[in-house]
């Protein structure tokens, strides 16, 4: 019995092993500036700061030109002043450049307000990243992940071992629960499902962009359609204005020297009209046909969109299946008898 337990003890040693060199180590990298560019209370806080900074700068600005009036007014004037005045003067000029530069190091200097109020901005962001990075890690299983901004010099780093957008996301997440109800929560809770079965799946992130660039093209060309019809119809209305108005200033306008008889401009009325009424008809039924195309191409857009959904959601959950039944029966232990 103790036999057949060391037996199976190390063959699940074995098999560990065997499955760890197979699968290989996994590296990934975070750019923790571009991560902080694009946290919206960072980017509001940082503009601030600037602000403060700017405002300090006007300040030593400000100081500099005040010091270089007085050294002005004292190199205009040494020759009428006394040895005790000129310097006095030189002393009040020595302690202002001195008061300026305190204040020049106590405001952008190595321990100065610039440098640790960005230090406060920065932390709380950085302890949710670490955080983030932790548990993208241990669910993904990587063996190593560096920070591209930081001191670790990286000579080359491919773009799809970049995780930085995956811990932007579940940043946001964090900050767009706090503001949501129970049924966008569950949206959002979808969403999310299937953005994790995508940066844990390579080939279905590559799938998924191919099926949005297809998407992308598709709602181009119904645009530039809508577009077109939107044009047609501005012209059909356009003409039908012309038209009415035409007829509105035959009305209303004098008759000519030239009308050899009643009779005759009545008719010629009364055919003008009877072509306008013909040409506003086949315009307008022009019209019809055109909105109810364009009616037929977003309803058609609709179902294809619905049904490209439906089936990239049953694909997802296959995928999540396998998924779990794979990693069920790696992690599954050997069986004491």
């Given at each position: 019995m103790r036999k057949q337990f060391l037996f199976l003890f190390l063959a699940a040693i074995t098999v560990n092993l065997l499955h760890s060199q197979a699968r290989g180590t996994r590296v990934g990298y975070i750019d923790m500036e571009y991560i902080l560019q694009n946290v919206p209370n960072y980017t509001e806080a940082s503009i601030q700061l600037e602000s403060k900074a700017q405002k300090w700068k006007q300040d030593i600005e400000s100081k500099k030109v005040e010091i270089n009036k007085i050294k002005d007014a004292l190199k205009a004037e040494k020759a009428l002043l006394t040895k005790g005045l000129i310097e006095e003067r030189e002393t009040e000029i020595k302690y202002l450049e001195d008061e300026?530069?305190?204040?020049?190091?106590?405001?952008?200097g190595a321990n100065g307000d610039l440098i640790n109020q960005k230090a406060l901005l920065v932390k709380p962001i950085q302890d949710q990243v670490f955080t983030v990075v932790q548990d993208i890690a241990e669910s993904r299983k990587y063996d190593f992940i560096f920070d591209k901004s930081s001191d670790l010099t990286m000579l080359f780093a491919a773009t799809q071992f970049d995780i930085s957008d995956q811990v932007l996301r579940v940043l946001n997440r964090t900050e767009k629960r706090e503001q949501l109800t129970k049924k966008q929560q569950a949206d959002l809770d979808a969403k999310e499902k299937k953005e994790d079965a995508i940066d844990a799946n390579p080939q279905l992130a590559d799938r998924q962009k191919a099926l949005d660039e297809k998407k992308a093209a598709r709602d181009k060309i119904i645009e530039e359609r809508r577009l077109e019809q939107e044009a047609k119809k501005k012209a059909f209305d356009d003409r039908r204005q012309k038209i009415l108005d035409d007829r509105a200033a035959k009305k209303n306008g004098t008759v000519s020297a030239n009308t050899t008889s009643g009779d005759t401009t009545e008719a010629s009325k009364a055919v003008n009209t009877e072509k306008d009424n013909a040409r506003i008809a086949a315009e307008e039924a022009q019209k019809k046909q055109?909105?109810?195309?364009?009616?037929?191409?977003?309803?058609?857009?609709?179902?294809?969109?619905?049904?490209?959904?439906?089936?990239?959601?049953?694909?997802?959950?296959?995928?999540?299946?396998?998924?779990?039944?794979?990693?069920?029966?790696?992690?599954?232990?050997?069986?004491?008898?």
């Open positions: 300026m530069l305190d204040f020049q190091q106590k405001r952008f055109a909105d109810l195309r364009a009616k037929l191409l977003e309803d058609k857009k609709k179902v294809l969109e619905d049904r490209r959904k439906a089936v990239e959601d049953r694909r997802l959950q296959i995928l999540q299946q396998r998924d779990s039944i794979k990693k069920a029966k790696e992690e599954k232990l050997p069986i004491k008898q």
